[in-house]
């Protein structure tokens, strides 16, 4: 029932509506036995004539079209409350996701997020369209029409009661048996995505190292056990119908069983009597039992709903670990000059909680207008380092002062102004070139102003094959940037950062992919265009780094060494160490 809050006032005003038509809905359905009732006492009493039964077949009919012109209505408006409310739910799960820190996106998994955003919504919106209106409309017909026979014979009572009662039993113990499995399926889902996902992001890998046959079993095993788990739920809710079928006729059975004994025993005129409130409580019982089998039907789709109702539930009510000030960046204008940075005593780990630090007792400051270059070895936590300054991440102990703010301190909108990043891994999105690199500024792509701006930012990115090709800014950029080399992705990448006015620029290994020449041509226009900005670089090559004001050494997450390449190379045993394992000593002398 939680999950239903989100449905939209205009939507509950429908339902509310949809109520009342069922409600009329029932009343007609109900009152056609009255007249079946009147119509059979006469039949049976010899008394009926064409007037008798146009009057009543009249009145059935009249009622039996009312009940399906209320049924269509229903079925319209149950259509667009669950349209509305798939809608309003992805709208939720989508907004709340990008609130989430990479904390959260790592402890959901990528996979589930989007199996929640898809299947677990699709199951919500079968359960409205299939199943609002049969859900309303099952108790109320039940209970109007055990209302209607509970004045009849005690034993058509009782054979009504027994038949409930199967009924009862059968769903509850066919639900108590396949609700875990449904747990189980949407588990599964979520393993089937995450395989699917894996094999065709890396078809490439699986190509190169003929591993088609081993990613086919990877994905068969999967696919098996959720095939079983499918099967086996389809297979034990199956035996709902039959048995409902088995219980509707064995119903009919027993009324007309003690009907016949209740109709002989009547004296003269009131066997017609009979006759018609057999025939009219046959019909009250069927409607019963009809509502029991409308249950039946939602109940095949409620639990597998109740579980993805669950899922969806922890997604919207998990709280992003990172909680922003209300500090935006205009407040911090009175400095000369801002994108300092600063690391007070500040360790960090990936698991709360956890002592077991990836960084440790960190202490440096940057200056406004310097370039920092951080190395080290794989896993030394450069990345881990830099993604504090957005906040992807919290640090776990310490401060860290962004213009001598604490950085917990600024607003999404102020933190986001002051800096702009060029990530490890160069991400595009479907649509074209300009829109790339100004992605997130919300300017006119077609403006002369942006072309100016954008022309500017792939000179210093030397992405000269945007300015050079036939189409300019609006070449086409498939998604994930497919169509692009991983040079080119990052020479885009470092594009959208440069384009960005920001004060503090964090490029981390964006020059990975670049061979020599360009990443000292990019490095050149960086260090003349962007002198007075502040300029965090994460590298591996020495040569990227030489000429960087200040040089952070990181080994396994604390710092060994910090200074200029000169006094690093002399007083820095790691740092020499990666220095010699890519330069001579002759190379390291001279000019990179």
């Not at 509506?17 to 009493?45: H, N, R």
């Not at 012109?69 to 990008?98: D, H, M, P, S, W």
């Not at 108590?176 to 065709?200: A, H, M």
């Not at 226009?525 to 502040?534: D, L, P, S």
Request: hydrophobic share 45%; with cysteine; net charge neutral.
């Amino acid at each position: 029932m939680k999950i239903f809050k989100y449905l939209k006032k205009r939507d509950m005003l429908m339902v509310v509506f949809c109520i009342g038509l069922v409600v009329l809905q029932v009343w007609l359905e109900l009152t056609m036995p009255d007249y079946t009732k009147k119509l059979t006492e006469a039949v049976s009493a010899q008394r009926a004539d064409m007037d008798t039964v146009y009057e009543n077949g009249g009145k059935m009919l009249l009622c039996a079209v009312g009940s399906m012109i209320g049924a269509f209505v229903c079925g319209l408006f149950g259509a667009k409350i669950a349209g509305n409310f798939a809608r309003t739910l992805r709208r939720e799960l989508f907004y709340k996701v990008q609130s989430f820190s990479d904390r959260e996106i790592n402890y959901f998994t990528t996979p589930s997020l989007i199996t929640r955003t898809t299947n677990d919504v699709v199951q919500q919106q079968t359960l409205i369209a299939m199943g609002l209106m049969m859900l309303i409309k099952a108790p109320i017909t039940a209970i109007w029409a055990i209302g209607k026979i509970s004045n009849s014979s005690v034993s058509w009572t009782s054979a009504v009661a027994i038949c409930v009662v199967v009924i009862l039993v059968t769903i509850g113990t066919l639900v108590g048996i396949c609700y875990p499995r449904f747990k189980e399926i949407q588990r599964l889902t979520d393993s089937l995505n995450d395989v699917t996902r894996e094999n065709l992001t890396g078809v490439r890998v699986v190509r190169a190292f003929n591993a088609e046959e081993y990613q086919q079993d990877k994905f068969g095993r999967v696919n098996e056990k959720i095939t079983k788990n499918h099967l086996f739920t389809s297979r034990t809710m199956g035996l709902m119908m039959p048995i409902m079928t088995t219980a509707m006729s064995g119903l009919t059975l027993a009324i007309y069983w003690i009907g016949a004994y209740l109709i002989e025993e009547a004296p003269g005129m009131e066997k017609a009597v009979r006759m018609g409130e057999m025939m009219a409580f046959t019909q009250y019982a069927l409607q019963v039992v009809i509502a029991f089998m409308m249950l039946v039907m939602i109940f095949v789709i409620l639990p597998r709903a109740m579980v993805s109702a669950k899922r969806i539930n922890e997604v919207l009510d998990a709280d992003s670990s990172i909680n922003f000030g209300n500090c935006p960046d205009e407040q911090a204008e009175g400095e000369k000059q801002g994108g300092s940075v600063e690391f007070k005593n500040v360790s960090f780990t990936y698991n709360e909680g956890s002592k077991d630090y990836c960084l440790k007792d960190l202490n440096f400051k940057i200056e406004p207008g310097e370039t920092f270059a951080i190395i080290g070895a794989t896993g030394s936590g450069k990345t881990s380092l830099v993604n504090l300054l957005p906040r992807f991440y919290d640090v776990s102990a310490g401060e860290l002062l962004i213009d001598g703010r604490n950085i917990k301190e600024y607003s999404e909108q102020g933190l986001e102004k002051k800096i702009s990043i060029a990530p490890q891994r160069a991400v595009l999105f479907a649509g074209n070139v300009g829109q790339n690199i100004s992605y997130g500024s919300g300017d006119d792509t077609e403006s002369e102003e942006f072309k100016k701006k954008a022309e500017k930012a792939v000179e210093i990115a030397n992405a000269d094959f945007v300015l050079n090709g036939p189409f300019g800014f609006k070449a086409e950029v498939a998604q994930g940037g497919t169509n692009y080399s991983g040079g080119q992705k990052q020479r885009l990448s470092i594009a959208r950062a440069v384009y960005k006015d920001a004060e503090i620029y964090i490029f981390d290994d964006t020059f990975s992919a670049l061979d020599y020449k360009t990443d000292m041509l990019v490095r050149k226009a960086i260090r003349e265009e962007m002198g007075k900005k502040t300029v965090i670089i994460v590298a591996q090559r020495i040569g990227t780094i030489k000429n960087a004001d200040k040089i952070l050494v990181l080994h396994e997450g604390s710092i060994a060494g910090m200074g200029k390449h000169e006094e690093l190379l002399e007083n820095c045993e790691i740092y020499r160490e990666i220095a010699l394992s890519q330069l001579s000593e002759e190379e390291l002398k001279g000019a990179v």
